[in-house]
C-alpha cells in the first residue's frame, strides 16, 4: 500500500506556473491557473488560440527542462512520453507536478473542486479513478447550501472575537455550530 496524499491548497498569485502542453486538455486547466493569479508560460510545438490568453507567455517548441526554472508548479497535459519528461525534470528540481491522467509521473494531484461563497473543497481519490472524484464533486455541490458565504462571513466574524479573547481552538467549534442555528433561527423569524 502507498502512502496516502497530502491535501493542501497552493497559493499561486504571482508565481510563475509552467503548463506543457497545447491541446485541449491544457486549455482546460488554464483557467483554474489564471484564476488563482499564476503567471503561467505554456510549452507547447503548437498550441490552441484558446490559450493565447493576455498575460499568458506561449513558447512554441517542444518542452526542454530548463523550461521548468524558476517556476512554482507545473502541469504537464501533453503526451504520456512528454508528461513522463516533465515529471522527470521537475523531480529533479523539487518541483511539484500535475501530470494530467498519469497518476504514477504526478506528485501533485488535482481533485474535483466545488467553489462557493469562498469555500473551496477538493475530493481526490489519489488519481486511481479520477471520474469518481468528479462524481463526488457533484453529489457535494448539490448538498452545500447556496448561502454557504453567510457561513463564511459568520465564522470570520465570531474567530476574530475568540481569538482576541483568546478561547482555545477546542472549544470554538461548538460556539459556531451554535452561531450558525442561531443564523437560521433568524431567517426563519423573518
Known sequence: MSAQVYPVFLRLEGRRV????????????????????????????????????????????????????????????????VNRAVAAAAEARGLFVNAVDDAASASALLGGVVRRGGVTVAVSTGGRAPALAGLLREALESVLPEDLGAWVELGERVRAGWRERGLPMGERRPLLLRALQDLYAAKEAR
Do not use: H, Q
Open 18 to 81: 509552467v503548463l506543457v502542453g497545447g491541446g485541449r486538455v491544457a486549455a482546460a486547466k488554464l483557467p483554474g491557473l489564471l484564476d488563482a493569479g499564476a503567471r503561467v508560460t505554456v510549452v507547447a510545438p503548437a498550441i490552441l488560440g484558446e490559450l493565447e490568453r493576455p498575460g499568458v507567455a506561449l513558447v512554441r517548441r517542444p518542452f526542454a527542462p530548463a523550461d521548468l526554472d524558476g517556476a512554482s508548479f507545473a502541469v504537464a497535459a501533453a503526451p504520456p512520453e
